[in-house]
């Protein structure tokens, strides 16, 4: 997934990610939920994890924003300002 495929929805769930507000449940099939419920776009939020942009904090279902994560929600943000 390249950072110009971003939209506002995985935006949005990067800041979510980023603001500790998603777990990632302990099974076979790494769904995702926000706040306590769970996330309404669960083959996007897939994508997300295979893109590498969100994993599962160790030993946590904790999800957590990862450096590529991070450059992409930034890059998306500088691309809205510009």
Known sequence: MSILNLTGRDRAL???VAAGRCE???T???NLRVDGR???DQPRA???L???LIARALGAATAVLTSAG???LDDA???TAA
């Open 50 to 52: 295979s893109a590498g």
């Open 24 to 26: 990632i449940a302990p």
């Open 46 to 48: 897939h994508a997300l």
């Open 14 to 16: 990067l800041r979510a």
């Open 70 to 72: 991070r450059a992409a």
């Open 28 to 30: 076979s099939v790494p």
């Open 38 to 40: 769970w996330f309404c």
């Open 77 to 79: 943000y500088e691309r």
